[in-house]
């Protein structure tokens, strides 16, 4: 029989779909151990390890003969984080409704990539702003770098960790800002058919919002940067303008973002 839940929060530790709205930097998250997608992932490695990769790829030639292997592999990932955890089976699954936006539907299914609303969704601004980012972004990036190999700092300085730092954390959320704000679009499209319907409680406010704290955390290392990369003070104050500008159609297209709560971060 599956435990009761303690203060609503099930026995399992898991805080339920918790990997909904994060930035998936999973190595800086203080959230690991009650996150059920990182542990089964963390699992599942682990088991790949154990399987012999020629084995695996020969289930690869038969759909079917895979399909099997990966639903028992979840089973049995699943079996092994509940004895780990002293809980039942059930706990787990407890931990996780069994809902559209469940990680049981996450794992089985993709974004579908109907032709129509794909093409809608290019004629958004906040796409096109997310896309003029990336190119400034990158382009800057590489002057920074060359401006960086050129300094003599010593290996361990606060220059040099402060800069490391900043640029991490720029690299890692320009791969997360575009993605998350197209995951809000097509959630909110499908569920309430129009952008202009969003409301409070709806999840595509969540992932609005995740891509909004990307958006201010990388204007923070930017402003690192031009801190320490002089020369390059022009080109990094256009692409604060553009992040600026973004982060105002965020607000505009998702205006419960900020107010959101997100599972496990905003809420206890």
């Known amino acids: ?46 088991r790949e390890g154990e399987d012999s990769e020629r084995n695996v790829m020969h ?32 706990d787990i699954y407890l931990a996780e409704p069994l809902r559209e936006e469940g990680l049981w ?3 089985g299914t993709e974004i579908s990539d109907d032709e ?6 290019e004629t958004f601004d906040i796409v096109n702003i997310c896309q003029l980012y990336e190119v400034l972004a990158e382009e800057c ?10 300094q003599d700092w010593k290996e361990g300085s606060e220059e040099v960790k402060i800069t490391e730092e900043a640029l991490e954390v720029i690299n890692w959320y320009l791969d997360t800002i575009q993605p998350k704000i197209r995951e809000a679009l097509f959630d909110c499209l499908r569920k309430d058919n129009a952008v202009a ?15 909004l704290i990307c958006v201010i955390r990388s204007v923070d290392a930017w402003n690192v940067l031009e801190k320490y990369c002089h020369p390059l003070a022009v080109d990094i104050q256009h692409i604060k303008v553009v992040l ?3 982060e105002k159609e965020v607000d505009y297209q998702f205006p419960y973002a900020r107010t959101f709560l997100r599972p496990g971060f905003d809420t206890i």
């Not at 990036?141 to 960086?148: K, N, P, S, T, V």
């Not at 319907?197 to 891509?211: C, Q």
């Open 244 to 246: 600026e500008q973004l």
């Open 116 to 121: 129509d609303e794909y093409s809608y969704i």
């Open 197 to 211: 319907e969003a409301m409070p409680g709806k999840e595509y406010n969540g992932s609005a919002k995740v891509a």
């Open 141 to 150: 990036l590489d002057e920074i770098f060359g401006f960086l190999d050129e």
């Open 1 to 46: 029989m599956p435990k009761k839940k303690l203060h609503n929060h099930p026995v399992s530790g898991f805080i339920p779909g918790i990997y909904n709205f994060c930035d998936r930097w999973c190595e800086k998250c203080s959230y690991k151990a009650n996150c059920l997608s990182y542990t089964m992932e963390k699992k599942f490695k682990e």
């Open 59 to 90: 289930l690869r030639d038969s759909f079917w003969n895979y399909w099997e292997y990966i639903c028992r592999s979840a089973y049995d990932v699943v079996q092994d984080i509940a004895k780990e955890r002293g809980v039942g089976i059930e």
């Open 105 to 107: 539907h996450k794992f």
